[in-house]
Nanobody, 124 residues
């Protein structure tokens, strides 16, 4: 098992930037894909971005493409989500997730491990 802890959320004005970070601990020696999902009030959790184990392949939701970038550092067991040009509709709780396998999964069911989430609020 692994444990995930997100950090970096907060309040930002529209057009601003934030960088979320997720630190993994536990059995990090196994091969994990990493992903970010978000859940806005009254909505279902949705895929944001994912990165494969090597870091060579990423997938990004159309709604954030060109504005958000996912990256990972396997030596530090961290995965980051850099968010630019934030919009009020990006307001949500952001969750880090890990799933066994080498691909950059976009489907929530492929992720077995989840962090507690970090709140991102974008004001207009």
């Amino acid at each position: 098992q692994i444990q995930l802890a997100e950090s970096g959320g907060g309040l930002v004005q529209a057009g601003g930037s934030l960088r979320l970070s997720c630190a993994a601990s536990g059995r990090t020696s196994r091969t994990y894909a990493m992903g970010w999902f978000r859940q806005a009030p009254g909505k279902e959790r949705e895929f944001v971005a994912a990165i494969n184990y090597s870091g060579g392949t990423t997938n990004t939701a159309d709604s954030v493409k060109g504005r958000f970038t996912i990256s990972r550092d396997n030596a530090k067991n961290t995965v980051d989500l850099q968010m630019f040009s934030l919009k009020p509709e990006d307001t949500a709780v952001y969750y880090c997730a890990a799933g066994l396998g080498v691909n950059a999964f976009t489907v929530e069911s492929r992720y077995a491990y989840w962090g507690q989430g970090t709140q991102v609020t974008v004001s207009s």
